[in-house]
């Protein structure tokens, strides 16, 4: 497999314009190659389900430990799409819960 086509949502876009400099490539570099193999379990990303009080089944995440953040995501298997939903710092579950609201927002 050639790898998942990868899109933002506009505020993950945004997301990722306010990263520090240092650290935007070391993200855009996980993202990449987390789109060669994106699925759960032979995949890189970690499946999420519920997490405090959050439903984010279906969605998976990326974790880079050094940097403190988490990038979540969607996969659409029909279109072999991975929609970038969020990267942010993972304080609390506020991550998780602004997550939550972007899937609603856009259906995914």
């Known amino acids: 497999m050639s790898g998942w086509e990868i899109k933002y949502l506009p505020e993950a876009r945004k997301d990722l314009a ?3 400099q240092s650290v935007r490539p070391e993200v855009l570099k996980a993202i990449r190659k987390v789109a060669q ?10 499946p999420l ?3 405090g ?3 984010l089944s279906g969605l998976f995440k990326i974790k880079l430990k050094k940097a403190g ?3 979540v995501y969607g996969l659409s298997f029909k279109d072999d799409l991975m929609t970038i939903i ?3 710092v993972r304080a609390d579950n506020a991550v998780y819960e602004t997550a939550e609201k972007r899937r609603k927002k856009y259906g995914l």
């Open 18 to 20: 306010e990263l520090n």
């Open 37 to 46: 193999n994106p699925g759960y379990p032979d995949g890189y990303g970690k």
């Open 49 to 51: 389900g519920h997490i």
């Open 53 to 55: 009080g959050t439903d």
């Open 69 to 71: 953040l988490r990038v």
């Open 86 to 88: 969020i990267i942010s």
